[in-house]
């Protein structure tokens, strides 16, 4: 099949580069900078895809909403094994700070790589909403 046999994607305007935004925001302070590059979408985000070492994710713990829910402990233990065996795989979900660099989303997976002592891999969102 060719890009013929759907005439509206001819229409369509090509995506807006990826070039870096004006970050309106504030970055989390783990005491640190950053480790990796961050990549900036057009709509201000940041996007990084980093180890996450067990030191790391004490550190963004810290920094936790007072918006989370409580902590699952059955996922907890869960990943925390899965870490352990090596059957954690990166995944479209990850780690989230909002525009106040608090800790929005990530707190179970945080739990588990301070828990069971492992790194693991994870995609971080900086400046995404609450």
Known sequence: MTIAA???AQRRPAPPELAPATVRYKMPDFGQPWPDEITF???GWGLSISVI???LAMKMLEVNSDQQRK???RSIGQFGRD??????Q???QGIAFNRQGKLVDGQNRLMACVES???FTS????GVGD
């Open 41 to 43: 979408l057009p709509n």
């Open 90 to 92: 990166l995944t479209h």
């Open 123 to 126: 995609m971080v969102w900086f």
């Open 117 to 119: 002592g492992v790194p």
């Open 53 to 55: 070492r067990p030191s």
């Open 6 to 8: 759907f005439p509206t």
């Open 83 to 88: 870490m352990v065996q090596g059957r954690w």
């Open 71 to 73: 902590p699952k402990r």
